[in-house]
């Protein structure tokens, strides 16, 4: 089912595999993405041919500076026939959820996200509300404009499983998409291969996928290393710590195996660390990499042998 998923996408969405292969690692391990590259790239094909694929419910919300808390979340409305207040559904009502240019809205209208990416629901005056299963946020930013923006606080990053970057196509990857665009080619098109149900299986077998206590303490090592490492500011959260643990579950069962190995660590860890750390002003004066820095965080952790 994963293979049928993961190809169908590449068909799509051409020349960025490893990139289709975090995003479904993130939905496989019940994570949310953040899409952080310069327009035109494909940030919003991604997020709808995934929908489409996988057969699920898909709704987009484009954040501006006026966007309210109440879009995303929903509001009471006061029905003048029955004399009641009801819950009309805010945007985080669907199972896959676009949140376009998330930067350009404000701090409190940001914050009305976390809930819903935290524990699964919003609460709208007092009353808590379930939301779809599943339910995956995949929010966009532009990393060059910063004119009318707010960024993301450590608070937030912090929610998502992982930053990715799409960057521009190879040439032939390019013509490809030209030439699927010139065929007028609409995302009703796509024929879904799984539905909302074979997800939910799907996250249900790789919670059973092997992780052992070696693995584990490898894992905190690395996530302890980054604590120490003077580059950096402060190190990850645990948050983090578990999300690399999930995340190479996910690797794993991507890979057909069921039990996770050090390279499935290795492999996941860059992209769900590096939005969590901030370098310190004397790093960044010797033009420290954050990346860089992780890479060889990872040699230093020593490798279990088992």
Same mark, same amino acid.
């Given at each position: ?6 190809n169908q996408i590449n068909e799509y969405f051409v020349g960025k595999e490893e990139v289709v292969d975090n995003l479904l690692i993130c939905l496989l391990s019940g994570g949310h993405v953040?899409? @952080?590259?310069?327009?035109?790239? &494909? ?30 979340? &929903? ?10 207040? @009801?819950?009309?559904? #805010? ?12 930067? %350009? ?9 976390? @809930? ?7 609460? !709208? ?7 779809? +299963?599943?339910f995956m946020v995949i929010a966009t930013q532009n990393p060059i404009e910063y004119l009318g923006t707010y960024p993301l606080p450590e608070a937030q990053l912090d929610r998502f499983m992982?930053? $990715?970057?799409? #960057? ?11 030439r699927n665009a010139l065929c007028s080619k609409s995302f009703d098109d796509i024929p879904p291969v799984c539905s909302a149900s074979d997800i939910i299986s799907m996250k249900q077998e !790789? @919670?059973?996928?092997?992780?052992? +206590? ?10 302890? $290393?980054? %604590?120490?490492?003077?580059?950096? !500011? ?28 050090? +390279?499935? !660590? ?17 790093? %960044?004066?010797?033009? &420290? ?12 952790? %020593?490798?279990?042998?088992?």
């Amino acid at each position: 089912m994963i293979k049928k998923l993961r190809n169908q996408i590449n068909e799509y969405f051409v020349g960025k595999e490893e990139v289709v292969d975090n995003l479904l690692i993130c939905l496989l391990s019940g994570g949310h993405v953040l899409l @952080e590259d310069v327009p035109g790239v &494909g940030k919003t094909t991604l997020a709808r041919v995934l929908s489409a694929s996988a057969g699920a419910d898909f709704g987009r919300i484009q954040f501006t500076p006026d966007t309210l808390p109440g879009d995303v979340t &929903g509001m009471s409305v006061y029905n003048m026939k029955t004399g009641d207040f @009801e819950y009309r559904q #805010g945007a985080v009502m669907h199972n896959f959820l676009l949140a376009d240019e998330i930067n %350009r809205t404000s701090p409190k209208t940001q914050s009305s996200l976390l @809930e819903a990416m935290a524990e699964g629901q919003v609460t !709208v005056d007092g009353r808590e509300y379930r939301l779809l +299963d599943p339910f995956m946020v995949i929010a966009t930013q532009n990393p060059i404009e910063y004119l009318g923006t707010y960024p993301l606080p450590e608070a937030q990053l912090d929610r998502f499983m992982m930053k $990715l970057s799409i #960057g521009y196509p190879q040439k032939e990857s390019e013509i490809a998409l030209t030439r699927n665009a010139l065929c007028s080619k609409s995302f009703d098109d796509i024929p879904p291969v799984c539905s909302a149900s074979d997800i939910i299986s799907m996250k249900q077998e !790789v @919670e059973k996928i092997h992780l052992s +206590d070696k693995l584990l303490e490898y894992i905190q090592e690395i996530s302890t $290393l980054t %604590r120490k490492e003077e580059s950096f !500011v402060t190190g990850v959260s645990p948050r983090a710590t578990i999300y690399l643990a999930k995340a190479a579950r996910a690797k794993a069962y991507m890979d057909e195996r069921d039990f996770v190995k050090p +390279d499935d !660590v290795k492999a996941v860890c860059v992209n769900t660390f590096h939005h969590r750390l901030v370098l310190t002003p004397q790093a %960044r004066i010797k033009n &420290g990499n954050t990346d860089s820095i992780i890479k060889a965080l990872i040699l230093k952790a %020593r490798i279990p042998m088992e």
